[in-house]
């Protein structure tokens, strides 16, 4: 059985270590630009980052008085895990509670974790009971199953407390709604675990590279996509199972559906919504706009649907109508072959932005149109690094290539890396907003837009038609 490490991520747990500027990247800086152009830019870039990170890194311990805050998980399984592993590298958070319903096995780990880091943290299974007993937390982190999201989160807000939730924001849009409307009614902040928002690639993307440069003109189609292999489900220790009747009490039939969730119906809503839900929330941030129809195509084409009741695969077309002109978006996501993972591609007339939360793959590719104006101008300021020339021969080959053939465009990066895990710049963004040092980068409107976006798509699967989005829609 697959551990639920290797399941039930998104994104690798272990703290990435990101990519350096090698030799490599240096001497292809200096063969084109003045040292100080796209070097001097991305190298002063990181250094500025992990300057940040580093000061920040004194541990939860050495937080400046009086500004701590009482933290606790709800919801401590594999992305719970994530999350803690990134708020450990926080300055100033004090963990004081962690409430799972699985005592016996990821809330004593976790409560073990936290004590062994001397954190005084109570474990609790009934979440309202630590709303009661523990008075003084200021900030709940929610990373239980999607169905659980709208209640969670609503009783931390109207306890007083602020929520990081993760996505999808809820498995409903009644869920949805009535956290956007919590969140309001308490004056609580509840930030949306769309953790790309506050990726600095996506951001640098966003404002330097789109917002700024125009670089890719005008977008007119963009796709992408998040293809995983064949996976078992995941598996659980027989002697920690949980007794029946504590399941039924959390709304679950069995052990196998408690750790599966995210494939049934009323607990998740399978992979466009578990995996989807991240790329789309790129779409409608990048565009500027929410989609105006969708249409998809995807079923159960592989998966046993006793245990997979949501579509293993769907494939999905977006119509935008954006100030600059229309734009259609397809994305797919399926679950029998990992070709190419994950990426999103937004494709201009002047050229092709290919980019990933990931430093391993995708971590931002750009590609200029011949007939685009030179980029000369953004290499010099160091938005993006200086043009690795494409080859139309493939080399070594005895080969004849049609006169006609085009040539690649010359393939550009963003220089912009992430050493830190890539769940903390979102977790930092909200713990900075709590101090009143920052913004929110997803709060529960933006999260309940990109939820009304997504969760369409399995309405459009069933219904087999184009469906369309009234703008009133993504507004409460
Ligand atoms: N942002 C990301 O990249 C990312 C990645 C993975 C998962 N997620 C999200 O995180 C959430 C959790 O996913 P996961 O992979 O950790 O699932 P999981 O099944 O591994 O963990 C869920 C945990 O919640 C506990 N739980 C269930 N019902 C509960 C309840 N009523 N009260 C308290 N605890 C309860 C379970 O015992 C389990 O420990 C989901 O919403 C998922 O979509 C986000």
Same mark, same amino acid.
């Given at each position: 059985?697959?551990?639920?490490?290797?399941?039930?991520?998104?994104?690798?747990?272990? #703290?990435?270590?990101?990519?350096?500027?090698?030799?490599?990247?240096?001497?292809?800086?200096?063969?084109?630009?003045?040292?100080?152009?796209?070097?001097?830019?991305?190298?002063?870039?990181?250094r500025g980052y992990e300057q940040q990170r580093r000061a920040?890194?004194?541990?939860?311990?050495?937080? /400046?008085?009086?500004?701590?805050?009482?933290?606790? =998980?709800?919801?401590?399984?594999?992305?719970?895990?994530?999350?803690?592993?990134?708020?450990? $590298? !926080?300055?100033?958070?004090?963990?004081?509670?962690?409430?799972? !319903?699985?005592?016996?096995?990821?809330?004593?780990?976790?409560?073990?974790?936290?004590?062994?880091?001397?954190?005084?943290?109570?474990?609790?299974?009934?979440? +309202?009971?630590?709303?009661?007993?523990?008075?003084?937390?200021?900030?709940?982190?929610?990373?239980?199953?999607?169905?659980?999201?709208?209640?969670?989160?609503?009783?931390?807000?109207?306890?007083?407390?602020?929520?990081?939730?993760?996505?999808?924001?809820?498995?409903?849009?009644?869920?949805?709604?009535?956290?956007?409307?919590?969140?309001?009614?308490?004056?609580?902040?509840?930030?949306?675990?769309?953790?790309?928002?506050?990726?600095?690639?996506?951001?640098?993307?966003?404002?330097?590279?789109?917002?700024?440069?125009?670089?890719?003109?005008?977008?007119?189609?963009?796709?992408?996509?998040? @293809?995983r292999a064949v996976s078992p489900d995941i598996g659980y #220790?027989? +002697?920690?199972?949980?007794?029946?009747?504590?399941?039924?009490?959390?709304?679950?039939?069995?052990?196998?559906?408690?750790?599966?969730?995210?494939?049934?119906?009323?607990?998740?809503?399978?992979?466009?919504?578990?995996?989807?839900?991240?790329?789309?929330?790129?779409?409608?941030?990048? =565009?500027?706009? @929410?989609?105006?129809?969708?249409?998809?195509?995807?079923? @159960?084409?592989? &998966?046993?649907?006793?245990?997979?009741?949501?579509?293993?695969?769907?494939?999905?077309?977006?119509?935008?109508?954006?100030?600059?002109?229309?734009?259609?978006?397809?994305?797919?996501?399926?679950?029998?072959?990992?070709?190419?993972?994950?990426?999103e591609n937004f494709m201009g007339d002047q050229g092709t932005?290919?980019?990933?939360?990931?430093?391993? @793959?995708?971590?931002?590719?750009?590609?200029?149109?011949?007939?685009? *104006? #030179?980029?000369?101008?953004?290499?010099?300021?160091?938005?993006?690094?200086?043009?690795?020339?494409?080859?139309?021969?493939?080399?070594?080959?005895?080969?004849?290539?049609?006169?006609?053939?085009?040539?690649?465009?010359?393939? &550009?990066?963003?220089?912009?890396?992430?050493?830190? *895990?890539?769940?903390?710049?979102?977790?930092?963004?909200?713990?900075?907003? !709590? $101090?009143?040092?920052?913004?929110?980068?997803?709060?529960?409107?933006?999260?309940?837009?990109?939820?009304?976006?997504?969760?369409?798509?399995?309405?459009?699967?069933?219904? $087999?038609?184009?469906?369309?989005? $009234? /703008?009133?829609?993504?507004?409460?």
């Open positions: 059985m697959a551990s639920e490490d290797e399941k039930g991520k998104e994104s690798a747990p272990a #703290p990435p270590l990101g990519r350096r500027l090698d030799r490599r990247d240096v001497l292809l800086g200096l063969t084109t630009v003045p040292a100080l152009g796209l070097f001097g830019y991305a190298w002063v870039k990181q920040a890194a004194g541990g939860a311990k050495k937080a /400046p008085a009086g500004r701590e805050i009482n933290v606790a =998980l709800l919801g401590a399984g594999a992305q719970g895990q994530v999350l803690l592993d990134s708020m450990l $590298r !926080i300055p100033g958070l004090r963990f004081r509670a962690v409430c799972d !319903i699985w005592t016996e096995y990821n809330q004593k780990r976790v409560v073990n974790t936290l004590r062994k880091f001397k954190f005084e943290v109570n474990g609790y299974e009934d979440y +309202r009971e630590m709303l009661d007993k523990e008075k003084d937390l200021d900030a709940v982190v929610v990373a239980s199953p999607d169905f659980w999201h709208a209640p969670h989160a609503v009783d931390c807000l109207k306890a007083g407390k602020h929520v990081y939730c993760e996505k999808e924001m809820s498995n409903t849009l009644e869920g949805a709604r009535s956290m956007v409307l919590a969140a309001r009614e308490t004056g609580k902040l509840l930030q949306i675990g769309h953790q790309r928002r506050s990726h600095p690639r996506y951001l640098h993307c966003y404002e330097k590279l789109l917002g700024e440069a125009k670089i890719l003109g005008r977008i007119v189609t963009v796709n992408g996509q998040w @293809n #220790p027989e +002697r920690y199972a949980i007794p029946a009747d504590r399941l039924k009490k959390y709304g679950f039939k069995s052990m196998e559906q408690f750790r599966n969730w995210r494939w049934y119906k009323g607990l998740g809503g399978g992979p466009i919504v578990d995996l989807g839900s991240h790329q789309i929330d790129i779409y409608n941030w990048f =565009l500027g706009a @929410n989609p105006s129809y969708v249409m998809a195509s995807g079923g @159960n084409d592989y &998966h046993d649907p006793k245990t997979h009741e949501w579509y293993d695969t769907a494939m999905v077309i977006y119509e935008f109508e954006t100030k600059e002109g229309p734009v259609r978006a397809y994305y797919q996501t399926q679950t029998t072959n990992g070709s190419q993972g994950y990426f932005l290919v980019l990933s939360e990931s430093e391993a @793959n995708y971590p931002g590719f750009l590609y200029r149109d011949p007939n685009a *104006p #030179p980029w000369d101008g953004w290499v010099q300021k160091g938005y993006v690094s200086a043009p690795k020339v494409q080859e139309a021969k493939p080399e070594g080959e005895e080969v004849t290539l049609d006169v006609r053939e085009s040539v690649s465009p010359d393939l &550009h990066r963003v220089p912009v890396v992430l050493r830190d *895990p890539y769940h903390q710049p979102h977790l930092e963004n909200f713990f900075d907003t !709590i $101090r009143g040092d920052a913004k929110l980068h997803c709060p529960a409107e933006i999260g309940y837009e990109t939820a009304v976006t997504v969760l369409k798509v399995n309405e459009a699967i069933e219904a $087999r038609q184009r469906l369309s989005f $009234r /703008p009133e829609e993504f507004r409460i």
